[in-house]
């Protein structure tokens, strides 16, 4: 089964919107094991739309047409495919009574080109809209199929998943369900990690390539493990997905923060909830970035107390404490720390201090950053990196570094201690 | 003149790359006056680049293709171009030299694989790297022409720039030097922005349509006016933009924070630095996000000194100075700016306090924000305002506004009053 995707705008192909739907439709056909060869971009252009849909039917059995499903005179997809079908569009008497109420429930006017939505080619089958006033359309082309759906991401994901993505897969005999499951880590580089996890890859080749294990290199955020599963049922692929996740974390231990959409901060936030414990930052060359990610966490007012952002030395001396001298040094990094913990009243403090660049600073190259943390129990320790990259690459790795300094310890303080090799600060890849 | 653009990379298709590249030759097209029907992405296949080579040729001027050069065995683009061709590659040796030395300069060993990188399909012309190891190539297909750039932006903007772009427009016969200007704006929803500026829009399209005026939104940071003008030489488009800039500027006042890249944090820096005055914050709602974008402006250390995330109302009450009581309310933003201005020792202060939900803090719904302003000779004021969004969206929208009320008062203060309205914090859209 090959299905191409074509997007309809001419926002896109003038770069004033960036087409990332085809980038998230080429991921989630990968998953449903259907091939993706072809992707377009075309324009509000009733005759090349009608173009490449005819190019794309030639060479695939499907074509998901994304955009173009608004109320406006420029919203044309229904037209071209109506046109490829070689049938009329008629207005559908049920699609005009959702669309009204729509607009009712949302107590708002609506005008009557709106109803143009409710145009639906003889012959195809409409895709309920839940998301937004467009509905999704099936449309029939001999034995070949063309799938319309809106451009709006939210609106797109949900038809796919709810209704392309299981149509597909009956129309490819394809009685599998396929799963996948991403485990994030941070701390080693891309190659590390895969010799790390080369060895359940070659188990896997062996038993039969099922499940499969992919790496993702994502930047700031570290690198990702995908497993991926194919089963008669999803109880079976999830079974098989829990067993290679704790082969892997078996592996990785610490290494792995998160699962799927779980970021660095959430896994802050959980282990300081169990642990009852709030949190104070100190932030120089973070600058507010390392508090900002933190606030993002639902729920993070009960147990973050704030972050004394302390840019000039001034503020670093008199709010908290830090004794006069160099600003970049292991010293100046603790007592941020427990100026932190003093000021803020929070049970751990956590600093960072450092050279964004471009220029040195206290005789320090840019990209050298300490990191200290103050726990309950414990002295304060302090982490000395040097980072690569421009002001704001070395700003995002320091603060996902020091989240995962904290994490790391927390860990070990819940008892969770697999020997791994200590935290490195280093960024992945 | 018709131009094409062929994304080449698998990953793209699998969407581990969103495909940014053809969005920014799509702008860069359109502004050199070349038109852009189709954009297309393929995988690392020789046969299918070559068949979306031959059919791009077919319909179109000219193809530019992105990506693909790269050392390793799946950088094909140069094998597809050769075949298009009907010519064979042939490795360059002033190109082999000029490798060997990047590595060399590098201190870094050289794989023989990167010599692969040295292939020029016979005939073809060489645009010479300046970025990264990959040359660019021009490809004369009969009357017709191919472009290989890498898939690096950062190697793909400058050969657009350098070499491609002006040689399409020589092949267009386009003698004319189109340039553009973009006025960033911040305070006005798209359709008042575009009332307020239809009086040049229509004074220009009758006296011919150039310049040329289009709005883009770019949601959180406001709404772009693009200025586009056409011209023999440089000079006189510059010119025209010039005085197309004073002609709206006149329109839009201080609605203008910035030109071209130039950022709000930008803005407000210019002005600080301009006043002599230091700037410190208190933030609650936005939780350090102020403080991170104002540290990516180069030189803030000699103007910022640095903000009190004060999350927890304990930290706003033994911090700040904050008298108990409601912490989302116009007394507490005051007496957060007031406190922020005592603790960091600032000559300035801003504060920002409010509502990102899910739920009400305060009896004050999720979106209520507000954000307060102390300067040095006049009593500290207060904006309220009610923002549209979910968490994240409430949080840049009210650093934004934030920061754009410095702005004003900045502006104010320095004598710059044109009768403009207040700020309303209300985002754009």
Chains 1, 2 share one sequence.
Not at 220 to 227: A, F, L, N, Q, T
Not at 293 to 298: A, I
Not at 340 to 362: F, K, Q, Y
Request: with cysteine; aromatic share 4%.
């Amino acid at each position: 089964m090959r299905c191409e995707v074509l997007a309809v705008g001419t926002e896109l192909l003038l770069g004033q919107i960036v087409d990332t739907n085809s980038a998230w439709i080429g991921e989630h056909l990968a998953l449903a094991g259907i091939d993706c060869h072809l992707q377009t971009k075309v324009g509000d252009n009733l005759g090349r739309i009608v173009e490449c849909l005819r190019s794309a039917l030639e060479r695939s059995d499907a074509v998901i047409c994304c955009g173009g499903l608004g109320p406006t005179q420029d919203d044309i997809t229904r037209e071209a495919i109506a046109e490829v079908m070689g049938v009329a569009l008629r207005r559908d008497p049920a699609l005009i009574e959702v669309i009204r109420s729509m607009f009712s429930a949302r107590g708002r006017e609506m005008a009557e080109s709106n109803l143009r939505q409710a145009d639906v080619p003889d012959g195809a089958t409409v895709i309920p809209q839940t998301r937004g006033t467009a509905p999704g359309l099936v449309c029939p082309v001999g034995d070949r199929v063309v799938y319309a759906v809106p451009g709006v991401p939210y609106e797109m994901e949900d038809m796919l998943q709810r209704a392309v993505l299981p149509d597909l897969q009956a129309r490819a005999g394809t009685t599998a369900t396929i799963l996948s499951r991403t485990l994030r880590t941070w701390g080693l580089a891309e190659s590390t990690l895969a010799e790390v996890v080369a060895p359940r890859v070659e188990a896997l080749d062996r038993a039969g390539g099922n499940p499969t294990i992919a790496f993702l290199a994502s930047g700031i955020e570290g690198i990702k493990v995908r497993v991926t599963a194919k089963a008669a049922t999803a109880a079976t692929a999830r079974d098989l997905l829990d067993r290679e996740e704790a082969e892997l974390r078996a592996l990785l231990g610490p290494l792995v923060f998160g699962v799927d959409e779980a970021t660095m901060e959430d896994a802050v936030a959980r282990l300081l909830v169990q642990q009852g414990l709030t949190l104070g930052l100190a932030e120089s060359l973070t600058g507010g970035l390392v508090a900002s990610r933190l606030v993002n966490v639902v729920g993070s007012s009960g147990w973050f107390r704030g972050s004394v952002v302390a840019y000039s030395p001034e503020v670093k001396f008199g709010v908290l404490g830090v004794r006069p001298g160099p600003v970049v040094s292991e010293q100046a990094a603790l007592q941020m720390a427990e100026g932190a913990r003093r000021v803020l009243g929070s049970d751990v403090a956590l600093s960072v201090t450092g050279v964004a660049g471009p220029a040195e600073l206290d005789g320090r190259p840019p990209g050298t950053v300490f990191i200290a943390l103050a726990l309950p129990e414990r002295p304060a320790e302090v982490l000395g990196v040097r980072l690569p990259g421009d002001r704001d690459r070395v700003r995002q790795f320091s603060a996902i570094s020091a989240l995962d300094l904290l994490r790391r310890r927390l860990l070990e303080r819940a008892g969770v201690t697999q020997g791994d090799p200590a935290p490195s600060g280093r960024p992945p890849g």
